[in-house]
């Protein structure tokens, strides 16, 4: 089957597993392909003798017939050669060389990144209507060159003549007009670290009888460099004497850029620049394993008072004042330190093989400077501090556990009153935890008993009609000064001493109260992790909406994504024996690492709530725009409304439409306040 042009390409999905089918359907249809299905490999090879596809996404694990022998078969037909992309979750070089050997193009791993896999189909595509259309017609070799970015060359070894073809000249910047093609006008061109790395590849095909195929950089006349894949081989005569070179260059620059620029992203926060997470891990999963230091420290940095800043101006603003800050802090450090974001307003900071009074001093200017630092917006100006932990790195010790250590001297710090420097000691940290937290027990009880707690009520809109469809019940607690305090203060203790199960009734007696009273009503509100195996929830539940002879349907519940999974089996019967009840169920804070995408089949939700992380920087960020529309469109795929948080300003909430997401929420349309 011939690609052209005109022709739409056609795409056949062979997946046993009928969400991946049809989320992998959504996009390819929605980048422009036609799309066929197949069950599993014995399927796929009937429809593909059927309408002879341009692409087979193929899943490796299928019954009947897996992947691997599914495209052993596709490749043994005759005729036109599709493009085969194998879906695994296997990542052993076994299952790897295995799948090339057996004729797969390319590998998409599980979790699917789907705007990669969308950007692969089309470059491999592309690469393969390139080829096709060199076979077709050496006539129009010189414009496929020029489409590809690839350039060929033949070498006369006994001559030493060299002829290149016209791309060469672009590639290199070449004007035609002005040089000839020679072998040593190539070789001067090679960027000067790599010349020696070329040369030898070029003498080893030549004198080993091997084909090279290698990266290099080239250096034009105009002094920039681009980034070229160069592959070539020895032609021998019937004496074995080599009498030609002939190859080809591909600048690959952009790709390699592109690359490139993933890879940052994998290792980098995008708010503020800095390392994330997982390089922060790696590094010191590296270090701990291959220098094995026995001096050295993790830092572990919470900002205190951070909330405030959230609360009064938006999360906007708080985004801000993190990448001022953090821009200010990179230029207080050594060279060879590494600050990470590893949270909302929590950092990390490793030094390197420092000394514990080396480590001490880094630590104590770093509160001094956050403590000094002051960020101004809309004639507000904000004091903000620091609460730090520190762990020093010892000998056989694994990288999570650093981290947990330091983390858990940081919240010794914070319980302390915060802007201090707590250092890790082992077998004293719980005990010093446990003596902090204890004083939220009594402030707790007080709340259950003398009606210390309160709802604060958040709209939540529908996007299509522009009406509050209901309001988010969101849990505080009454200081003692009559401040407001937010749930991040008093959730750890509660979850600590076992008081969540009662926070959990007060909420649903409330609610259920404050329905009562507002015949319009429509509430969700929060339930911990730990009523999903309460037996009595369901009963207590009940009881309340008869006793108010209220409708089940006016109240909803959430539920986080990570409490779902880690306790699934009692999630799903929980959520089905209130969706029973008549109430509505929200699955919250969905989408962090795709995880859960394959347990939504088996979670009876109505709704599911994209987690705010990916909504925040929806209108600067293309990534996240691309998450949220898969989680929607997965989502819609499974019959399930779809609602956004933190929708912080007007373009947001455009984009949000644009993907056609149901409900909405966020300090731009409405902030929780304590009255109806």
């Known amino acids: 089957m011939t690609q052209s042009n005109s022709r739409i390409p056609l795409i056949l999905i062979a997946d046993d597993d009928k969400v991946i089918r049809l989320a992998l359907k959504r996009v390819m249809k929605k980048a422009g392909y036609q799309v066929i299905e197949a069950e599993n490999g014995e399927q796929c090879l009937v429809e593909y003798l059927k309408h002879e596809p341009d692409v087979v996404l193929l899943d490796a694990m299928m019954p009947v017939m897996d992947g691997f022998t599914a495209c052993k078969h596709l490749r043994s037909f005759s005729g036109p050669a599709p493009l085969i992309f194998l879906i695994t979750s296997l990542e052993d070089e076994a299952s790897i060389s295995q799948g090339f050997e057996d004729g797969v ?94 040369q030898y590849a070029m003498d080893r095909a030549l004198y080993e009888h091997e084909t090279f195929s290698i990266d290099h950089r080239i250096v034009r006349p105009d002094e920039t460099e681009r980034i070229l894949h160069s592959r070539a081989e020895v032609i021998f005569n019937e004496d074995g004497w080599a009498t030609r070179m002939v190859g080809i260059v591909h600048d690959i620059t952009e790709r390699k850029q592109a690359e490139n620029k993933l890879t940052y992203m994998a290792h980098h926060d995008p708010l503020t620049g800095l390392y994330n997470r997982q390089y922060l891990l790696e590094k010191l999963q590296r270090i701990l394993k291959v220098k094995n230091l026995a001096k050295g420290a993790l830092l572990f940095v919470d900002l205190d008072n951070f909330k405030i800043v959230n609360d009064t101006l938006g999360h906007a603003t708080g985004d801000r004042l993190l990448k001022t800050l953090s821009s200010k802090l990179k230029y207080t450090l050594r060279d060879e330190d590494i600050l990470a974001r590893i949270g909302g307003d929590e950092f990390a900071l490793l030094l390197e093989e420092a000394t514990p009074e080396e480590a001490q001093g880094v630590a104590k200017r770093l509160v001094e400077f956050i403590g000094a630092f002051r960020y101004s917006e809309e004639g507000v100006t904000f004091t903000i501090g620091s609460s730090v932990g520190m762990a020093y790195i010892e000998t056989n010790m694994e990288a999570e556990e650093l981290l947990s250590r330091a983390d858990r001297a940081c919240y010794l710090s914070k319980a ?213 529309r898969s989680i929607h469109e997965m989502a819609k795929a499974l019959d399930k409304k779809t609602i956004a948080e933190f929708v912080e300003n007007e373009a947001i909430l455009h984009i949000l439409q644009e993907i056609g997401v149901d409900y909405a929420q966020g300090y731009h349309l409405g902030r929780p306040t304590p009255d109806l």
Not at 140 to 165: E, Y
Not at 455 to 471: I, R, S
């Open 416 to 628: 302390r009153g915060g802007n201090r420097i707590e250092v890790y000691q082992l077998g004293q940290d719980e005990l010093q935890l446990i003596v902090e937290e204890a004083s939220w027990t009594t402030r707790i009880k007080d709340a259950l008993r003398e009606q210390g707690f309160s709802l604060w009520f958040q709209p939540v809109f529908h996007l299509a009609t522009q009406q509050v469809d209901h309001y988010e019940a969101l849990l505080r607690m009454q200081g003692s000064q009559g401040e407001v305090i937010l749930p991040g203060a008093f959730i750890p203790s509660a979850e600590r001493f076992g008081f969540m199960s009662q926070i959990d009734y007060w909420v649903i007696q409330a609610a259920v109260q404050c329905l009562a009273a507002h015949p319009e009503l429509h509430l969700a509100v929060n339930l911990s992790g730990k009523s999903l195996s309460d037996p009595t929830l369901k009963d207590f539940i009940s009881l309340n909406l008869r006793q108010q002879s209220l409708e089940p349907n006016r109240l909803s519940f959430e539920i986080t994504e990570t409490a779902a999974i880690v306790n699934f089996d009692h999630a799903r019967v929980f959520i089905k024996d209130l969706k029973n009840l008549g109430c509505k169920f929200a699955l919250d804070d969905f989408g962090v690492g795709f995880s859960s995408f394959t347990y939504l089949r088996e979670l009876p939700v109505d709704l599911i709530k994209i987690d705010g992380s990916f909504v925040r920087n929806l209108d600067q960020d293309l990534i996240n725009q691309a998450l949220v």
């Open 105 to 198: 193009d390319d590998f998409v791993l599980k979790p699917i990144h789907w705007q990669l896999l969308q950007k692969r189909v089309e470059y491999l595509l592309q690469t393969k209507r390139t080829k096709e259309a060199l076979r077709e017609s050496e006539a129009s070799l010189a414009v496929a060159q020029r489409v590809a970015h690839i350039g060929s060359w033949d070498l006369d070894l006994v001559t030493n003549k060299l002829q290149w073809s016209a791309e060469i000249y672009r590639i290199f910047g070449f004007l035609d007009h002005e040089v000839s093609a020679t072998y040593d006008l190539l070789l001067e061109r090679i960027h000067p670290d790599d010349r020696v790395f070329v």
